[in-house]
């Protein structure tokens, strides 16, 4: 008997009871109601970190169960603390604000070569424009100005695809954070500020996606109207029919290859180009001729150099017929 007695009093003092209390029901059951809240806020921990082990009906069940349960409020009072003790050594963090320069470079870009902003000739002002830039007429209605268009419409209904898609995803994954945080805020304390601040940083995130976007976007761009204008260069050349009317004139007038204004303006009605574009191939055209042309002419070697100039200037006649009855009979001349 005083070994029964002796072994349940060493249980009951590795319960924490005294030997004085030994015996006493109303003592062991208050120590009983003192350690009740502590081994039920040790199950509602271990239930929170297992639940992420659990599929979603058995979650869901979790959940329910852990905000009906009588400790709760405990639970998030403690948490409340902890949370106050650690927004303390965080508060100073400022957040980032304002919008990325780089993005709102990327946007003027876009907006001035008629990719972004709203389709009110948007892609047509940036085709003139470029037109203008290599030169030619914005109202040419030409085959690569048209092409120009048609590319530029292209890449503009691939960047607003791709930027709709951009702005699903991001705002879906931002509603499903939002809601996330707002059921977490049932067992944990999450402020609105805090779910704002959390929605700006899934924003920035994005946001790299969006630079992507446009950045590419500005390249392929950039790409079109440098081949465009390339392009354009390259068929600077008048028509053949216009390099005719302009010769024929020069040759006419080589004493004085100086057209007048209305001349110019009735050549440039020929040939269906602009006035400026005659003044400058007759003023190119004098200064080639003038490096090669010798002094007014005096002799008949004179002339003869001056007859194979004039022939040696036109493309396309055999070279036979350089050997013109003229050309001979300066040389019989010169034989007497």
């Given amino acids: 008997m005083e070994n029964q007695a002796g072994m349940m009093l060493g ?3 590795l319960s924490g009871l005294s030997q004085e209390d030994v015996g006493d029901p109303i003592n062991m059951r208050k120590h009983q109601n003192m350690g009740q809240p502590q081994q039920d806020i040790g199950d509602i921990l271990q239930q929170i970190m297992t639940m992420t082990d659990e599929s979603l009906d058995e979650a869901q069940a979790r959940k329910h169960a852990l905000n009906c349960h009588r400790m709760k409020p405990a639970l998030f009072s403690v948490l409340c603390e902890m949370k106050e003790k650690m927004a303390l050594g965080i508060r100073g963090i400022q ?9 709102l470079r990327l946007d003027n870009m876009l907006l001035a070569e008629g990719v972004a902003g709203l389709e009110k000739g948007g892609a047509s002002a940036a085709a003139a424009a470029v037109a203008l830039a290599a030169g030619g007429s914005p109202n040419d209605g030409s085959l690569q100005h048209e092409e120009y268009r048609e590319k530029l419409a292209q890449i503009r209904q691939m960047y607003h695809s791709e930027l709709e898609k951009y702005e699903q995803a991001c705002n879906e994954f931002t509603d499903h954070v939002m809601n996330l945080l707002r059921e977490q805020s049932r067992t944990r304390p999450v402020s609105p500020k805090e779910i704002e601040r959390m929605v700006g940083i899934i924003h920035r995130k994005f946001n790299t996606i969006q630079m992507q976007l446009k950045q590419s976007t500005c390249e392929a761009v950039m790409i079109l109207r440098s081949r465009f204008l390339d392009a354009r260069r390259k068929r600077r050349n008048f028509s053949k029919q216009a390099a005719e009317v302009l010769n024929e004139y020069f040759y006419s007038n080589l004493a004085n290859p100086y057209p007048s ?9 020929k040939c269906s180009i602009t006035v400026s574009q005659v ?3 007759f003023g190119n055209k004098r200064i080639r001729p003038a490096k090669g042309t010798p ?7 004179d002339t003869r150099h001056h007859v194979t100039l004039l022939t040696a200037g036109y493309e396309g006649i055999p ?3 350089l050997s013109s009855p003229c050309c001979l009979h300066v040389s019989d001349v010169r034989q007497d």
Wanted: aromatic share 2%; net charge negative; glycine share 6%.
């Fill in 11 to 13: 249980h009951i003092g």
């Fill in 95 to 103: 957040e980032e604000d304002g919008p990325d320069p780089q993005i």
């Fill in 261 to 269: 204004e209305e001349a110019k303006e009735e050549l440039a009605k």
């Fill in 279 to 281: 003044s400058n191939w």
């Fill in 295 to 301: 002094q007014p002419l005096q002799t008949l070697e």
């Fill in 319 to 321: 070279e036979v017929t």
